[in-house]
């Protein structure tokens, strides 16, 4: 360790000492990186970034190229109470084709498109969030949260373990949050570090647990709520199978955080007491995440050692708190149009942290701005995988093929056996979530479709409605095509490729569960 990165995080007075750098780190400096790593939490690596980048680059030319292997075709739309839907058995040849220039311009085409609001909100939410949270690390209220809460779980993390993950399971499963949580991960991931696991737990107790409460969808009302109007079921029916899902999916997670957990502590004792001298630091060599360290403890003195940071504490506690319960009212009050604030709202609950925080713990106009712009600049790389990410739906509506893959599926799954076709469902939304990253649209797109297959066959419409949840909702941990999971691992020091390494595993057996769940709601009859 340098002498750098062995510098305490905490000065004598209790107040915790700020990092250094100027928020654009190297990336060599990423995997022996403090709990709070030097140049920012929402910082991207550029290992993390080239990564991803290499990735989307691949999936565009993929698509790209299906556009000429795949015969062109679309359905008739219709407009049903303002909302376009797919006309069955109206799928026709069309030209189709993508021009080289359309494929070169994609991710700027798409801002031209129907999501492109969404898309623009999506990257103005990114921005606000690497401006506030470097604003907030610099002045020292992030490193001050995570020593208290590191604090008063350091002797009983397990409770931590089992909350957490708990916590965020229920706002995916509830509420349909996951982008919104991308900051609260990046906080999660630095906890995990101070508190002896990696990176991966950090990540696992958060963004993993959102994906998974997500897909899960108790009450989820962006991917079950519209896919059951759309059906023709009550809005939020048939809760029972999707509880049942919740409980084994959630002891499935526990089950993993808790063996990467005792492999993490295992690894720290082990480093410790074999090759690192007390004030030295363990690193999983996994990933490369700080295990722990001396060093770092982040020593807290009482609150009432360091009034201004405790009341800016106290001030980013309150406004985050409001957020999440705004946001929440958002996504679960019947009020049409009111959940389309759940962007702006989220965006402007963490600007508020940044702006009403920073000043109080004593930072100056001038610093605010300075870090803001900081944090933005820091953050900005992350944009350009958001449109290159949702180009992938341009290209292949564009070419007219989206369709056909549409038309050849349903062809597919007519003259299945009904547990062949729920699976075949389950894995057709797997397919089109490359293409359509957006739940709702897809559920627009698909049900019309599906309602009146399934009952062709014998299966459910309700049980459709679980199989196309579990397909919209865990591909958004695993495909990188979702520009929030590149930007969440990004900014947490973790690249696409070390989490397919670490999870492909815990990902295939979740897939093998819920394919299993949803086969017994064919035998049990579940409707």
């Known amino acids: 360790m340098t002498e750098k990165d062995s510098r305490p995080l905490a000065k004598s007075d209790g107040s915790p000492q700020l990092p250094d750098g100027d928020g654009l780190p190297t990336d060599d400096r990423l995997p022996n990186s403090n709990p709070l790593p030097t140049g920012g939490i929402t910082t991207i690596g550029l290992r993390t970034y080239l990564t991803a980048f290499v990735v989307l680059i691949i999936l565009m030319i993929a698509a790209y190229v299906l556009t000429f292997a795949l015969p062109a075709g679309e359905f008739n739309r219709s407009l049903t109470d303002g909302v376009e839907e797919i006309v069955p058995g109206s799928y026709h040849s069309v030209p189709g084709g993508l021009a080289l220039w359309q494929w070169l311009l994609s991710p700027l085409l ?77 906080i999660v991931v630095a906890l995990a570090l101070r508190l002896g696991w990696d990176r991966l737990q950090g990540l696992g107790m958060s963004l993993l647990a959102v994906g998974c409460g997500f897909a899960v969808g108790i009450m989820n009302p962006f991917t079950v709520g519209i896919a059951q109007s759309i059906a023709g079921l009550p809005m939020f029916s048939g809760v029972s199978l999707r509880i049942f899902s919740f409980v084994v999916v959630y002891a499935y997670l526990m089950t993993f955080l808790l063996l990467n957990a005792r492999k993490c502590e295992r690894q720290r004792k082990t480093g410790a007491s074999a090759v690192a001298p007390p004030d030295s630091t363990t690193v999983d060599k996994r990933d490369g995440s700080v295990l722990s360290t001396a060093a770092t403890a982040l020593p807290v003195a009482p609150a009432t050692a360091n009034p201004k940071m405790a009341r800016a504490l106290r001030a980013f506690v309150a406004i985050l708190v409001c957020g999440i319960v705004l946001i929440i009212g958002c996504s679960v009050v019947p009020i049409e149009g009111l959940s389309n604030l759940v962007f702006p709202v989220t965006a402007l609950t963490f600007l508020l942290c940044g702006v009403v925080a920073t000043p109080l713990s004593g930072a100056s106009g001038r610093e605010l701005g300075r870090w803001f712009l900081g944090g933005m600049r820091a953050i900005a790389p992350g944009a350009l995988l958001v449109l290159m990410a949702s180009s992938i739906s341009y290209m292949l509506t564009e070419g007219k093929v989206l369709d056909t893959i549409i038309y050849y599926a349903g062809n597919f799954l007519a003259n299945k056996p009904a547990w062949l076709a729920i699976i075949g469902i389950y894995l057709l939304v797997l397919v089109l979530e490359f293409a359509i990253a957006s739940g709702s649209a897809k559920a627009f797109l698909l049900m019309p479709l599906l309602a009146p297959l399934v009952d062709l066959i014998d299966i459910p419409r309700q049980l459709a409605v679980v199989a196309y949840a579990f397909g919209d909702g865990f591909t958004n941990v695993f495909y990188p095509t979702n520009p929030a999971l590149l930007i969440a691992l990004s900014i947490c020091g973790f690249s696409y490729g070390q989490w397919i390494r670490r999870t492909w595993k815990f990902l295939l057996g979740l897939l093998l569960i819920t394919s299993t769940i949803l086969v017994v709601g064919l035998v049990i009859g579940y409707a």
């Open 110 to 186: 798409i801002l031209g498109g129907p999501n492109g609001t969404v898309l623009i909100l999506l990257i103005v939410f990114l921005f606000v969030i690497g401006g506030s949270f470097y604003a907030l690390e610099k002045c020292g209220v992030l490193p001050y949260l995570i020593a208290r809460v590191a604090q008063r779980f350091e002797h009983n993390n397990r409770v931590l373990l089992f909350v957490m993950p708990l916590v965020f399971m229920l706002l995916g499963s509830f509420i349909g949050s996951f982008e919104e949580t991308i900051p609260l991960a990046a």
